[in-house]
Every structure is written in C-alpha cells, then in structure tokens.
C-alpha cells in the first residue's frame, strides 16, 4: 500500500522512508496544492505519518483527476519543461525545425526535462488527427506497424545543475500514412495520467502547390498585412467533390494560436485538376507585426543582450530582463530574431541539454495598467494565454512575469487576453520578415481520413 501511496506522489514530492516505519521527509518543490486550502506541508509534518500521507494522496489525485487530453502542444504537470519535437537530420540546430517531415524520411526526435531526481517510467502513443486537430476514426494498426504504446528508456541525469532534473529522449516510430499526429506522453502505463502531449506532422507531395507572385491584397501594405494567394494542383489524384474533400491550413512561425483553417477557394478548375486560392478581403491575411524580442541568457557569467542583472546568491538563479516598452507607435526596425523560437544553448560548459541551467527569469513590461489581462509568449510557452504565463501589475506601474526556463536565448513578445490577431503591444508592419506554411488535406474513400498530401514552406521578406 504505502508503494501505492509513493507512486501517486511523484509529481508532488520526493518521499525519503527511514529505516524503519513510514518516517518520511517531504521536500516539496510545488507550488501549494489546490486542495490544501490554506494548510502547508510544513505545518502537517508535525501530524501523523497518517495525515501527511492523506494529504499528498489527495493532492495526487485532485491533480491526476484534473488531467483533460488537449489535442494541442501542452504540459500537463508543472516539472516538464524545454519540450521539444524536431526533424533530427544531424545539424546542430535541428530543433529550431519545425515537427513536420515527410513520409519516406520519418527521423523525429522528442525530447525534454523532468526537474526531479526519480527517474519515471514514461509511454508514448500517437493519436491519428483530421485537418482541424480532431480525431480521425483511424484505428492504431491503420497507421503503425507495431503496438501503440513505447516506453521511454533514453534518458540522463543533468550535470552539476542547480535545479536537477532528467533529460529524456525519444525517437518517434515511422507511420503508415500522412497527416496529422498527436504524440502524448503518460506516467506508469495509464493513458489518463497525462505528462505532455504534442502535435506533428508528416507529408506525402501529391500535390503542387504554386505560389502567386502577389504577396498582399490592393491597399492593405499600409495596415501592416500581409497575403500570399496560392493556387493547388492535384494531377491525378482522384478527389470527389474537391470543395468539399480539400482542406488547406497556413501557418505563420509555427505557431497554431493564430492559424487561418480551411479558407474556400475561389475557384475550382476540374478540368486541369486545380484549386485556385485568391483572397480579396483581410479574413485570410496576416497581421505582420514585428520582429520579436530577444533574452541571452546563453552564458551566465556574462549575460547576452536584454538582460539587467542576474542574482547568483540564490540557486536556481534569479535573472532580471531589461525593462520593456510597448512598440506601437515606433517605426519598423530589421534586425534577426528566431521568428519566435529559442535556442538551447550553455556557452559556459557547453551540452547544454544536460548542463543547462533552470533560472527563475524575471520579465517586465512598463505600461499603464490594461484593461485586459497581459501576457509574455512565445515558442518556449506555446503560446498559450495561461495563468501561469499572465503578467501581473504591481505596485511600481510595471507588469512583472516570472518564468521558470532553461539557460538559452529566447525570442519573447506580449500579447493581451484577445483571442485574435493582437499586435496592440508589438506593433504591426508588413515588412516584417516571417514564416509562413501551407498544409494541404484530403480525405479519399480509404482511408476516411484526412491526409495531408501537400506541404509548402515560404519566407516573407527574405534578408
């Protein structure tokens, strides 16, 4: 029973028994569970061997029971973090590649940290998607050739880290059929103790996809848009109904919180097997806005741009960015940025996967107080709009964020709580050099389900 106990408290506490009994000492690395109400650990430790143990199951559970599969790129445990899911082709930075690979070259490597000591037993499953991220009616054997569950088995302790924690690998099996995947990891066999899901794809070119020369629509260059009309040619496929049985997807810097999903074609040629994709309105352009904002934080004994002071009298180590101001109304400035990504990197040690340091990094924005909430983002947090990524006003008349991450260099920017386009920050510019994707679906007889049989890639103002 009390190894029941213990295995249900790893993600809250490492439990150390005494020699004899259930005397144990809980160091808890967590913020306060939600079911504590006020009550700490500390003050429970005076209790019964009984009553703590009562408490963190508890606690356990609330969270285990908490745990609802996103089909998006997500943690669901506050200790894994530096998630990520790249093309491994042999290049030093692979991992700043999208996870997207095409069908006859399958080489995707997963990795990321567990900030703990215990080694956990983790699995791996794949989840077949439609287009818009549901899920397909495809069966495991429809897509793999093997059993849909792998244990994770690669993985090592960090090296003289502050915070310590595992770093875990994994290489991603070949699939049968292109299209979208959800990739989740569990704890211990059990589908339902989610650790972190992540999406990717894999193409087959079946399709042409021709880009026009027109980038923007007529008169929209000045309100910082921008548009690729595009057109899809699909040969001898056999596609019924192609309005209906094409879905075609564009991406602007990997990100999906602002994707644009199955825009109509504006014609459809049959006779020469094309869709043809012009767009003469705002609703499938793209906000341009700005280059994004840096933190090197790659050495840490002499901190790299943006950075103001670093605390070394406390591990981890507090890192404080300079103070940000809004862009707006600032003319366009050109300089290079990651299009939103971060680079793992220890200039210091060097293998910064397993010498990398995890520093509490301190952001801060110096605006009035908004009228809705304020958050820092990027490729490192998804994106996501979260509580844990919520900037909070303080006293001072800045908005403050304080991020638990990984020594590198990261691009960042701030984004209010609109669930759209929000350059209101940032600042918006057409001559902003992005990224931008196409992905191409269709659904035949067999199998039914989308399949992604066409992929484009283009850079917006090149340098």
């Not at 940000?324 to 040690?349: K, M, S």
């Not at 709009?385 to 920017?413: C, P, V, W």
Request: glycine letters at 4%; charged letters at 20%; hydrophobic letters at 35%.
């Amino acid at each position: 029973m009390f190894r029941f106990f213990m295995r249900l408290l790893r993600p809250h506490a490492q439990v150390i028994t005494a020699q004899a009994g259930l005397s144990a000492t809980i160091f808890c690395s967590l913020p306060p569970c939600p079911c504590a109400k006020g009550f700490s650990l500390l003050s429970l430790a005076e209790r019964s061997h009984t009553t703590i143990i009562t408490f963190l199951v508890l606690c356990s559970l609330t969270t285990y029971s908490q745990k609802t599969l996103s089909y998006t790129d997500k943690t669901y445990e506050w200790q894994i973090k530096t998630v990520q899911l790249y093309p491994n082709i042999g290049n030093p930075r692979d991992y700043l590649q999208p996870s997207i690979v095409p069908l006859e070259h399958q080489i995707l490597q997963l990795e990321f940290d567990d900030i703990q000591d215990n080694r956990n037993s983790y699995y791996v499953k794949l989840i077949h998607c439609n287009f818009d991220w549901t899920k397909s009616t495809l069966a495991d054997l429809d897509f793999l050739e093997n059993y849909n569950e792998n244990p994770i088995t690669d993985y090592i302790f960090s090296i003289n880290t502050h915070a310590r924690y595992i770093h875990y690998r994994y290489q991603v099996p070949p699939v049968k059929w292109p299209g979208n995947y959800l990739l989740i990891v569990y704890r211990d066999g059990e589908v339902s103790d989610l650790i972190l899901s992540k999406r990717f794809m894999v193409y087959a070119n079946q399709v042409v996809i021709i880009k026009d020369t027109q980038f923007a629509g007529s008169g929209t260059l000045q309100r910082g848009k921008q548009q690729f009309n595009f057109d899809v040619e699909y040969g001898s496929m056999e596609i019924i109904n192609p309005m209906d049985n094409v879905h075609v997807v564009m991406r602007q810097n990997y990100r999906w919180d602002n994707a644009k999903f199955n825009p109509t074609p504006n014609n459809v040629n049959e006779a020469v097997h094309r869709l043809e994709y012009r767009f003469f309105d705002t609703a499938q352009q793209f906000d341009g806005g700005n280059e994004f904002r840096w933190a090197d934080f790659r050495s840490l004994q002499a901190p790299g741009a943006n950075t103001s002071k670093i605390n070394k009298l406390v591990k981890p180590y507090e890192l404080y960015l300079a103070t940000d101001a809004p862009r707006t109304d600032q003319f366009y400035a050109q300089y290079p940025d990651l299009n939103g990504n971060y680079l793992i990197e220890n200039l210091d040690v060097g293998d910064a996967p397993l010498t990398g340091n995890y520093l509490y990094v301190n952001f801060l924005l110096k605006i009035p107080e908004a009228t809705e909430p304020v958050y820092v983002v990027g490729a490192f947090n998804n994106y996501q709009r979260t509580d844990e990524n919520k900037m909070h006003y303080n006293s001072a008349g800045f908005y403050e964020s304080r991020q638990f991450i990984k020594q590198g260099l990261y691009n960042y920017q701030y984004l209010t709580d609109s669930k759209k386009e929000n350059t209101s920050l940032e600042g918006n510019h057409f001559e902003t050099e992005n990224f931008y994707e196409v992905f191409v679906y269709s659904r035949p007889f067999r199998p039914n389900a989308d399949l992604l049989v066409g992929y484009y890639f283009l850079q917006m103002n090149q340098r």
